[in-house]
């Protein structure tokens, strides 16, 4: 076995611990588990003009966030477009790093100051949160 060159992060010289950052020498492929929150929302309006005024509103609002939230690895608006009855109007789509960043955001200063700018224009919403195991990182 042949220890590698010193990991100058660490200052570590053993072999043992070259173990342990190895694989990121090599280019091997980590994985982690990625919390996605999927949000889905029917927006106010009577007229299609305005709500797409509103999903125009909701969807600058949550892109403001990027950058913002720790955690937030991913964040992504999408405005629906098929305009069929049963459709949603818009989606947020995210992946965060871990629960604890998904909890986090739901409590963070500037997520509850979107949530409350944007109070009213959300007339109905449906979430689903899952986990994907050993996502590459």
């Known amino acids: 076995m042949v220890a590698g060159p010193t990991n100058p992060s660490t200052s570590c010289t053993s072999t043992s611990c070259w173990r342990a950052q190895a694989p990121e020498a090599i280019g091997a492929i980590h994985t982690v588990d990625t919390i996605k929150h999927i949000v889905m929302w029917k927006v106010a309006g009577d007229s299609a003009q305005t709500r797409a005024t509103s999903a125009t509103k909701v969807k600058r609002a949550f892109e403001a966030l990027r950058g913002r939230i720790p955690g937030l690895q ?19 789509y995210t992946e965060f790093d871990s629960q604890a960043s998904l909890d986090a955001y739901a409590k963070h200063p500037d997520h509850l100051r979107v949530r409350e700018e944007l109070e009213g224009l959300r007339i109905a919403r449906y979430q689903v949160d899952y986990v994907v195991a050993g996502a590459k990182a």
């Open 74 to 92: 991913y964040l992504e608006v999408g405005v629906d477009f098929s305009a069929v009855d049963y459709a949603c109007d818009m989606v947020l």
